[in-house]
């Protein structure tokens, strides 16, 4: 029997959440009214519980960052060696540039599953007023391994620059959460939020190509470290297709110059399965989702 979601929590996530830089091309899903709890099926439920409470999620973080901290000493002896693309500032990094990792922050440093929690429990949906709420609170607590690997970085003369989706009105409170959880933070001006001006550069929707230019005039970038692809270079055409030609293009850079984190629960993989049509109502959306799965005959 099918099984139809009574709302989806995804909706809207995928701009508007910051940590989640996605294709300029999307268009968030309008603010859903939160409604009473609910109990039926719901998109996100099992992803969030995976997140909170799986030792496999863990594990994977602790993977990530633990590896990708044994890079760092190679990154740093290559004077050829970057994280950035050639159209944002790779093919012109000086040995003489000070060292940097850009890190995405939501779900990459910060886990935000007890706001997302909050929606399953209330039957409610990404909101850009609810979301402003938490990040003032400064509650999230560090992704598994994140802390060690900042701080690891700094301790080797690496400024760790957050890039993030958060805006930069939100700068304030989502640095004093990174330096209340343990993170390393140089200065405010690490902290490059979307509404960030970077001069001669347009910005399209939320992507990063602009911000990571920006870095890229005053640090040598080692390493990218995100939970979206977007996190990394920028998705022009958000289908599963492209995105899947995207992997096998840059696929040696995962691992070394790109890593990512597991987050199940939002981003762009998810608009693609429904041609981002997020003004679609949620059964719908969900029936394109189901129609995208591979079932085997």
Not at 7 to 25: D, E, P, Q, Y
Request: proline share 5%; with cysteine; aromatic share 8%.
């Amino acid at each position: 029997m099918s099984r139809i979601p009574t709302f989806t929590l995804l909706a809207a996530a995928v701009l508007s959440l910051a940590a989640c830089a996605t294709s300029g091309h999307l268009q968030p899903a309008p603010a859903a009214v939160v409604a009473a709890p609910v109990t039926g099926a719901n998109d996100n439920l099992n992803a969030v519980l995976w997140v909170q409470r799986s030792q496999e999620y863990r594990a994977s973080a602790l993977q990530t960052w633990r590896l990708a901290g044994e890079q760092l000493d190679r990154a740093l002896a290559d004077a050829s060696w970057t994280a950035l693309l050639p159209a944002e500032g790779g093919d012109h990094q000086p040995a003489t540039l000070k060292p940097a990792v850009v890190v995405d922050v939501d779900e990459t440093v910060l886990d935000n599953s007890p706001y997302q929690a909050r929606l399953v429990r209330d039957g409610g949906s990404y909101n850009d007023a609810s979301w402003a709420a938490w990040v003032e609170e400064q509650k999230a607590e560090a992704v598994p391994g994140a802390v060690a690997f900042a701080q690891l970085a700094a301790a080797k003369g690496v400024t760790v620059i957050y890039l993030s989706n958060r805006t930069v009105a939100m700068k304030d409170a989502t640095l004093a959460n990174l330096r209340k959880v343990g993170f390393p933070v140089a200065d405010d001006s690490v902290y490059l939020g979307l509404g960030t001006q970077v001069p001669g550069c347009q910005q399209v929707g939320s992507e990063k190509g602009c911000r990571r230019q920006l870095v890229a005039q005053q640090y040598r970038v080692l390493m990218q470290v995100g939970d979206q692809f977007t996190d990394f270079l920028q998705v022009e055409d958000n289908t599963l297709a492209a995105r899947d030609a995207l992997l096998a293009q840059y696929q040696d850079w995962i691992g070394s110059r790109w890593w990512m984190l597991p987050n199940p629960t939002y981003g762009g993989w998810e608009g693609a399965a429904f041609n981002n049509a997020w003004s679609l109502p949620a059964d719908l959306r969900n029936a394109a989702k189901r129609e995208a799965l591979e079932v085997a005959p």
